[in-house]
């Protein structure tokens, strides 16, 4: 299966710049997808297919990469960004997700 | 609207088994792959499988093959997971979640605590 290594966690102060990035054990082209998971709740697209912006995203979102190594910035931070952020690659079966970065605003 | 509306917790015994349910409305259910995902508390998310709602058609993780069955009914827009001999492993929240073109999940029922105790 494709392994997807996300870094456990980071702390930024509102109004910052934060990359949070994700790393592929092979290709996936340009088939990886960024999630936000707040405790409690659903999982909730933010990008699609590297850097497309889902519905209703703000655009502070931004993703970028492909091949192998991926990023999703978000510029500025906001408190409401607290969350885990989950990477997710559809090019290789199965399909498979990251363990999660935990996002603390300071 | 797209919405997908879970079965509530349930609360299982080890060696049972429990049918999870998601009722969808807002979109047309036979053009659209439903998915389900397992996540245990506090870890990953994991691909369990996926099921065309147009034809019943479906596709698993390896991994879960033998513990999970998809269906769905396509008159009541619902698709519904089976899970077999459980175990203490298999407690864990469990999401349907519509799949788009690409793989991507875009819409994601409030998820269902499974507790096997």
């Known amino acids: 299966d494709t392994v997807l290594t996300q870094s456990p966690a980071l702390a930024v102060s509102p109004g910052e710049r934060v990359s949070i990035s994700c790393r592929a054990s092979e290709g996936v082209n340009s088939y990886m997808h960024w999630y936000q998971q707040k405790p409690g709740q659903q999982p909730k697209l933010l990008i699609y297919k590297a850097s497309n912006l889902a519905s209703g995203v703000p655009a502070r979102f931004s993703g970028s990469g492909s091949g192998t190594d991926f990023t999703l910035t978000i510029d500025p931070v906001e408190a409401d960004d607290t969350a885990t952020y989950f990477c997710q690659q559809t090019w290789n079966d199965p399909l498979t997700f990251g363990s999660g970065t935990k996002l603390e605003i300071k | 609207e797209v919405q997908l509306q879970q079965s509530g917790a349930e ?107």
């Open chain 2, 11 to 117: 609360l299982v015994k080890p060696g049972a088994s429990v049918k999870l349910s998601c009722k969808t409305s807002g979109y047309t259910f036979s053009n659209y792959y439903m998915s389900w995902l397992k996540q245990m508390p506090g870890q990953n998310i994991e691909w369990i499988g996926n099921i065309f709602g147009g034809n019943g058609g479906a596709g698993y993780n390896q991994k879960f093959k033998g513990k999970a069955t998809l269906t769905v009914d396509k008159s009541s827009s619902t698709a519904y997971m089976d899970l077999s001999s459980l175990t203490s492993e298999d407690s864990a929240v469990y999401f349907c979640a519509r799949r788009g073109n690409w793989g991507y999940f875009d819409y994601w029922g409030q998820g269902v605590m499974v507790t096997v105790s």
